[in-house]
C-alpha cells in the first residue's frame, strides 16, 4: 500500500470532489481516479459513491477514512523525527503571500533560507487573508503571511509587527468634503476589500460608531486592486500608508485616523514540531528581528 495512495483518499475525502482534489495535491484528475481505484481494489471495498454532486464516502470509506488519516499522521511524525535526527530540513513547503513581495521581505526570506537550508524548496503563493487561512486548515498552504487578529485555536500566529493604514481619497474628490464629517464620508463612493479582510474592520469599526453605511460600493479582494482604482477615481479606499507616494498626485491620504492592524505569520498548530515549520519561523523571524514563540514539547 502506498502512502500517496491513502494521501489521495483523505484528500478526496476531504474535498467530495476529484477536480479540487486533483489541484490542491498538484495533479491531474485522472491520476486522482486512478490512485482511489488502485487502493479501493487492494482493500478490496468501494471507498465512494461517485455521484453528479462529487465523491461521496460509503459507509466502509467514512470507516477506513479514520485510520487513512492515523496512518498518514504517523508517516509524517516518523518523517519529522528522521529529519530531526539526521539535523537536516530537507523537503518542500508553500507559503501564502497576503501583500506584495517587497513589504513582506521576501527577498531577504528566501535568501536566508537557501544559506541556512540549501535542501529546502519554497513556493511563494500570492493571495489574500481571506484565502490564505481556509487554504492553512485543508493543508493547500503549509505557512501563510496574514493581516488581523487571529482566534483560530488551530492556528499559530507569529505577530511581526502592525500595517499602519490611511484612506486613500482621489484627486477627482480631494477637497469635496469634510473629511472629519464621518456621514460626509460614507456618502462618497468607496473601494472595500471583503467584509472578512482587516481593512475592511478598521473602516467598517468608524462607519458603526457613527451610525453610517458606505452609499456606494465596489468590492475587490486585493491590495493593489484598491490601489490602482483608487488612483484611477473610483472612490476612496483603505490602503497601507506606505503604498501612498507623496510625490503621486492621483491620490491623497486623508487626515484620519484608522487603528493599525497586526502583521501576522501563520502556520497549523499541529505542526508547530514539524522542522520545516521550525526552519521557516525562525528564518522570518530573524528576518523581521522579531522574537521566535517558544517550542512546544510534542505529546
Not at 497549523?268 to 522579531?290: F, G, H, K, M, Y
Amino acid at each position: 500500500m502506498e502512502l500517496y495512495h491513502l494521501r489521495t483518499f483523505v484528500t478526496v475525502a476531504e474535498e467530495g470532489h476529484l477536480t479540487r482534489a486533483a489541484e490542491r495535491l498538484f495533479t491531474s484528475q485522472p491520476a486522482i481516479s486512478a490512485h482511489v481505484k488502485a487502493l479501493e481494489e487492494e482493500l478490496g471495498v468501494t471507498l465512494f459513491d461517485r455521484t453528479p454532486k462529487g465523491m461521496q464516502l460509503t459507509a466502509a470509506g467514512a470507516q477506513l477514512l479514520v485510520k487513512a488519516q492515523r496512518a498518514l499522521a504517523a508517516a509524517g511524525d516518523l518523517m519529522d523525527e528522521a529529519r530531526s535526527l539526521r539535523g537536516e530540513v530537507v523537503g518542500e513547503v508553500r507559503i501564502g503571500l497576503n501583500s506584495d513581495a517587497e513589504f513582506l521581505r521576501v527577498a531577504a526570506i528566501q535568501t536566508a533560507l537557501s544559506a541556512a537550508h540549501p535542501r529546502l524548496s519554497v513556493a511563494f503563493i500570492g493571495g489574500s487573508t481571506e484565502v490564505n487561512l481556509p487554504a492553512l486548515r485543508v493543508g493547500r498552504l503549509d505557512a501563510a503571511f496574514t493581516s488581523g487578529v487571529m482566534t483560530d485555536p488551530a492556528i499559530e500566529v507569529v505577530v511581526l509587527g502592525e500595517e499602519a493604514l490611511a484612506v486613500g481619497v482621489p484627486a477627482r474628490l480631494r477637497g469635496t468634503f469634510d473629511a472629519a464629517d464621518v456621514s460626509a464620508l460614507a456618502a462618497q463612493p468607496w473601494v472595500l476589500t471583503s467584509p472578512d479582510c482587516s481593512h475592511y474592520g478598521a473602516i467598517r469599526a468608524l462607519f458603526d460608531a457613527h451610525g453610517c453605511e458606505p452609499r456606494q460600493k465596489v468590492l475587490a479582494d486585493q491590495e493593489d486592486a484598491v490601489l490602482a482604482m483608487v488612483k484611477a477615481g473610483a472612490g476612496l479606499g483603505v490602503i497601507r500608508r506606505d503604498k501612498i507616494d507623496a510625490g503621486d498626485d492621483r491620490i491623497d491620504a486623508l487626515p484620519l485616523a484608522l487603528p493599525p492592524v497586526p502583521l501576522n505569520f501563520t502556520y497549523p498548530r499541529r505542526r508547530a514540531n514539524d522542522p520545516l515549520i521550525q526552519a521557516l519561523v525562525s528564518t522570518i523571524c530573524q528576518v523581521w528581528e522579531v522574537a521566535p514563540p517558544a517550542v512546544q514539547l510534542a505529546g
